[in-house]
């Protein structure tokens, strides 16, 4: 397990699980990571895959556009072989959406997020396939990382350090004797056999499964499960990534990722994030979204059609909700230690965004490392990531 520290169990191996072991892994810490599923699998390879430059946050929730925009920045230094530095374009498809854009750029200026206004002109001439009735535009730095390889850069770094990347073993129970977390109990999927993995800290980065996590030990995750509608076509419309320019809505937001151009996203939420049906409306919704930015959108095939739970900061107490209050929670992060839960050790980790695992990883590996009385500091803002590929030869295999 590497390192001479104490040793700390990580739960998922999403992008923040990922991030999280790079960092406990740099500071000296004994780590190990179990996945239900493949690296990736959850939330994290359910997403578009766009760098945010947080402009699509600067108005609605600027906390999270700060964020955005300084972990972008990082990434660019320490991730060279995992991004495409495209950037991304703010578009207005209507009267509406022009006059937002004063109000758009006021809170970029606000959160430090470089912008460049664009006549409709301009934009044609930069995308052609663009509708010839959009009325302009604001260019931002946004980007598209594939999440797969992510996470891979990560993981591939913590491994190089000595931590163990243990795929599909399952928690089925955390640890906890005389009110301290002990480790994990975990099910081996491919040999079916049971482990029980002793460990000084457990960090539950399970994503929209966190709550469930901390329910093996009694202890409780304020979480919002919102799955959204996601569709890839087989055509890259475009060189970047394009938005509308407006407030967060459905069917904003068309990020190119190799060859397809991917739309969303819907939003409502569920209880369960293992069943999830589709509606089929969401699907004709994004269709329909997708041509009025690229006329001939709707008559492509898909090549895929999904949806995952984005597990978003829920409540303390239970409170009423009207319809569609998902889209105006934080983007924002957060960590809990369940030591008033009689689970001292047990850190729940949720929210937060692909872009800004590295950050939500700093400050979760700091709270783990003053309650261990093992603080060391964090050097992941100029540790430069090894290539995805070293995954795979860094790998221990139990």
């Known amino acids: 397990m590497g390192g001479g520290g104490p040793h ?89 959406d ?36 959009i009325l302009g535009g604001v260019m931002v730095p946004d980007g598209v ?88 076509v087989g055509v890259r419309y475009s060189h970047r990534v394009v938005n509308r320019l407006a407030p967060p809505g459905d069917g904003d937001i068309i990020v190119p990722q190799r060859f397809t151009s991917m739309i969303g996203t819907t939003s409502w939420t569920v209880q369960d994030a293992d069943l999830i049906p589709i509606p089929p409306d969401h699907v004709e919704r994004m269709m329909d979204a997708g041509e009025a930015f690229f006329p001939g959108f709707r008559r492509q095939p898909k090549r895929g059609v999904f949806a995952v739970a984005r597990p978003l900061v829920g409540p303390e107490e239970d409170q009423a909700e009207g319809e569609g209050f998902e889209r105006a929670v934080t983007r924002d992060f957060a960590c809990k230690h369940h030591e008033a839960e009689g689970a001292a050790g047990l850190f729940s980790v949720t929210g937060g965004k692909t872009t800004t695992s590295r950050l939500m990883a700093e400050a979760v590996v700091d709270q783990v490392g003053r309650w261990l009385g093992f603080e060391r500091p964090c050097q992941t803002r100029t540790e430069v990531l090894l290539p995805p590929r070293r995954f795979f030869t860094e790998r221990v295999v139990s």
Request: hydrophobic share 45%; proline share 5%; aromatic share 6%.
């Open 8 to 96: 700390v169990v990580v739960v998922g191996a999403g992008s923040t699980g990922a991030a999280i072991a790079h960092d406990l892994a740099l500071r000296g810490f004994a780590v190990t990571v179990v996945e239900r599923g493949e690296v990736g699998s959850g939330t994290t390879g359910r997403n578009h895959g766009l760098l945010h430059s947080g402009a699509r946050y600067a108005v609605t929730d600027p906390v999270a556009a700060r964020e955005c925009i300084e972990e972008n920045l990082i990434l660019r230094k320490i991730m060279p072989e995992g991004l495409e530095l495209n950037g991304g374009y703010f578009i207005a498809l209507t009267p509406e």
């Open 98 to 133: 022009m006059d937002f854009r004063q109000t758009f750029l006021e809170g970029c200026e606000a959160a430090g997020i470089p912008t460049r206004e664009l006549t409709k002109e301009q934009l044609l001439r930069m995308e052609p396939r663009l509708s010839p009735k």
């Open 145 to 232: 990382f594939e999440p797969y390889r992510f996470c891979l850069s990560f993981l591939a770094s913590a491994q190089a350090r000595g931590a163990r990347v243990l795929t599909y073993h399952e928690v089925e129970g955390v640890l906890v004797e005389g009110g301290r977390t002990r480790g994990v109990q975990v099910r081996d999927r491919i040999r079916g056999r049971e482990l029980t993995i002793t460990a000084d800290a457990v960090v539950n980065a399970a994503g929209p499964w966190a709550a469930k996590v901390a329910a093996t030990a009694g202890c409780r995750v304020p979480l919002i499960l919102a799955p959204g509608v996601m569709i890839a």
